[in-house]
């Protein structure tokens, strides 16, 4: 078994060393003991002895390079001992020669997977299982060049395209996802080649096909039903109003957003077929109230992360999902599983200015909830024009699950929780 | 919202739940007319009188024994023990008593009991003066223990304590008493005991603290800001019972742990919390579960190069984040 030689810490401090110069050559052997390389930091220059006996098989950090405390400068080892070849992969860019590479390897295929990945953390085990990265493909960051989640999150986030399967859609007015199914992009290819003088071609990013991929699918899938009605959030905005200092002191921004989450898991659980999906066996009816919430990446697109158990959650609650779910979203830092599992989905169309959309639904959920610009409107009450905060509020549903009138219930109990809002956060 | 001092905040609960209530009385040493030796009962003598402000003699196990008494007839009694450190001759009945008896009477008798005193170190108190026993109280099911950071948390967290119907343990931290200061709302507000808060939200690692150690953490975090650090602080303030979701959530983000407290290492309350994220939250972990505690040392030493010596700081909090962020 060859030994390996690492680069020191020479104190508490030193992270890093350069080797000045190597006291033996590769093929030369050494003694335990017995000045091998010697190594200068910002602070000190220091021989280095050896920690075996044999020969100096390979010499992986050349002069004059730096590097991290950890990191394996050479192997010791039997003359014609195989060494782990991961590590040999540095030496070509100190352009050793490579006959010696193959001397020492002799005729024994090295495969990548030898490496030694140093120590793996149980996050990182976890994660590579998870989305069956082999680790070898990743450079370590860490401590001695430890792979960390950061590094193995970085290489998923640059994978993207395998790794997430983002169940997106796409509410803001206009866009290409509102054509009909025909005129989405499908299997066959661009075709720049009859494109119109001048014309420009912009390759897809991976989340935009997978929008386009899940929006086609769900059109196909579900016969879309949209119904709207008109909520009055007067009782909502003075809780909010109210609340909103309060919740700011344990670090919450509390939004309109939340009060919608908290009113579609009353009324889901008031109309529960509505939280449930279509199989050809039956309908499934969902226990567990999992809540998507579409946040806008601008013009990257747009990713629905889901709020797990939101019947667990209090206002409070919701609103510290919604913050934390949101800024990651926009900071690129979700959990690939936290975009999946959603049982029922909302859409905030209205901080674009939209006052009611047809939202896509979200497969395999039976419906969404579009919210509209909260705007103030006159409004008839009791015979009386009053000036209200009011809202427009879109039901889309899967017909083959729900008709017109259960879907009608379901939206009209959204409805009157937040006109009658009285929970206390 | 006005600013004040820790100390005030705390004197303040007091006045307004004796002003709610008439069955709440304060009882501790030099608590009356001297005002308790922080000041924390200050004016409360002459306003409520000696009949709900009580000077008791040096004498722990009684003052505690007779709060007990007194709850059990269906009053509120604030027991001020005068420093942490002397609250071991009342250990037998807070832990033997106090802890049990809705217990042991299957839910017919209970303790509306809160035991309020000053903790910890590095005010030059010396070996009587500065000790931390948190961890001694949070072992024993039947009590609860909560350490604030902050005023607005002392106050709404006190006032949660003096309503709730079994014993509170409520240790402050003394050398913030008049150092911390903070907006407190002048509107009646309850801070709920149970839990946690993320006081900064970070993603390389999660710092957990209480008491004057958060308040250090959080300055660490500041430091390790202008390094590109981004710390996460959980304000763990009720030690028992513990919010283990709200540990759980921060070391998922974040995959490193530091516990900090002052109490020294060894079975201290790091331990718990470290056992607690290495059984649920073990394939969320990316390093150690690391602690940065006072020294397994009999007392806070009295020399200040040795008190310093042993009291976390913003700096050593700083330097054990800062390695773990590089591990």
Redesign the interface.
């Known amino acids: 078994m060859a030994t390996r030689v690492i680069m020191p810490q020479l104190g508490e401090s030193v992270v890093e060393g350069t080797v000045v110069s190597w006291l033996k050559k590769e093929g030369e052997r050494v003694e335990k003991e017995e000045a091998l390389v010697e190594i200068t930091t910002d602070k000190v220059q220091t021989e280095i002895p050896s920690i075996a006996s044999g020969v100096l098989l390979k010499i992986l950090v050349g002069e004059g390079e730096t590097v991290r405390a950890g990191t394996t400068l050479a192997w010791i080892g039997e003359p014609g001992e195989v060494i782990p070849e991961a590590d040999t992969g540095m030496s070509q860019l100190h352009a050793v020669p490579a006959a010696a590479a193959t001397s020492v390897a002799g005729t024994v295929p090295i495969s990548e997977a030898a490496r030694d990945l140093g120590f793996i953390s149980p996050v990182v085990a976890r994660l590579a299982k998870e989305h069956q990265i082999d680790l070898t493909q990743i450079k370590g960051t860490g401590e001695g060049g430890r792979i960390t989640k950061k590094d193995v999150l970085a290489y998923l986030e640059q994978h993207k395209e395998v790794a997430v399967e983002t169940p997106a859609w796409e509410t803001r007015g206009g866009g290409e996802l509102f054509r009909l199914p025909e005129a989405q992009p499908q299997t066959s290819p661009p075709q720049p080649s009859v494109a119109l003088q001048g014309d420009i071609l912009i390759p897809h990013s991976a989340m935009r096909l997978a929008i386009a991929e899940h929006m086609t699918r769900s059109k196909r899938t579900s016969p879309h039903v949209t119904t709207v009605m008109e909520a009055d959030m007067s009782a909502v905005a003075a809780h909010r109003e109210a609340h909103q200092a309060q919740f700011a002191r344990d670090g919450v921004r509390l939004t309109y957003t939340a009060y919608f989450i908290s009113a579609i898991v009353t009324a889901l659980k008031a109309y529960p077929q509505v939280n449930s999906s279509w199989s050809d066996e039956g309908l499934v009816v969902h226990q567990a109230i999992h809540i998507g919430v579409a946040v806008s990446l601008g013009e990257e697109g747009l990713i629905v992360p889901v709020i797990k158990n939101a019947d667990g959650l209090s206002l409070l609650g919701l609103a510290r999902a919604i913050q934390d779910l949101a800024e990651r979203a926009r900071s690129h830092r979700l959990q690939p599983d936290e975009v999946k599992g959603g049982t029922f989905s909302i859409t905030n169309h209205g901080t674009s200015g939209s006052l009611f959309a047809t939202p896509i639904i979200p497969q395999p959920q039976c419906g969404i909830l579009g919210v509209g610009a909260i705007k103030k409107r006159p409004v008839v009450i009791h015979d009386a024009i009053a000036i209200r905060p009011m809202v427009y509020l879109s039901f889309t549903f899967d017909h083959r699950i729900l008709d017109g009138y259960s879907a009608d219930g379901f939206l009209a109990k959204v409805v009157s929780v937040l006109e009658n809002w009285t929970e206390v956060g | 919202m006005p600013e004040m001092t820790l100390i005030e905040a705390i004197r303040q609960a007091m006045d307004e739940e004796m002003a709610r209530d008439p069955e709440v009385f304060i009882v501790g040493e030099d608590v009356g007319k001297r005002g308790g030796v922080f000041r924390a009962t200050m004016g409360l003598y002459d306003k409520y009188g000696e009949h709900r402000v009580i000077d008791s003699p040096l004498a722990e196990l009684s003052i505690v024994g007779v709060g007990i008494g007194a709850a059990l007839y269906g009053m509120r009694p604030i027991c001020e023990i005068q420093f942490a450190d002397y609250i071991f001759p009342a250990f037998n009945q807070i832990v033997g008593e106090a802890a049990r008896m809705c217990y042991r009477s299957n839910g017919t008798w209970s303790v509306p009991l809160v035991i309020r005193a000053p903790y910890g170190g590095g005010i030059s108190g010396g070996l009587y003066h500065s000790q931390s026993v948190e961890a001694f109280f949070a072992h024993v099911p039947g009590l609860k223990v909560v350490i604030p950071s902050n005023p607005?948390d002392a106050k709404g967290l006190l006032k949660s304590a003096i309503r709730d119907p079994n014993p509170v343990m409520f240790f402050e931290p003394k050398k913030g008493y008049r150092l911390i200061r903070g907006e407190v709302?002048e509107e009646e507000?309850l801070v709920p005991i149970g839990p946690a808060?993320?006081?900064?939200?970070g993603?390389d690692v999660s710092i957990f603290a209480y008491g004057m150690m958060h308040y250090y953490a959080l300055q660490a975090a500041e430091l390790l800001a202008q390094e590109g650090i981004e710390a996460e602080v959980v304000d763990l303030r009720t030690l028992a019972p513990v919010d283990k979701t709200t540990i759980l959530e921060s070391v998922k983000r974040t995959?490193k742990a530091l516990i900090v407290h002052e109490d020294n290492l060894t079975l201290g309350y790091g331990a718990e919390v470290a056992a607690i994220i290495a059984e649920h939250a073990?394939?969320?972990?990316?390093?150690p579960v690391r602690r940065l505690a006072g020294p397994d040392v009999p007392g806070v030493p009295f020399s200040p190069p040795l008190q310093e010596w042993f009291m976390p700081n913003p700096q050593k909090i700083a330097d054990a984040a800062r390695r773990l962020a590089?591990?």
């Open positions: 607005y709302p507000y808060k993320i006081s900064r939200f993603r995959g073990f394939t969320d972990l990316d390093a590089q591990f």
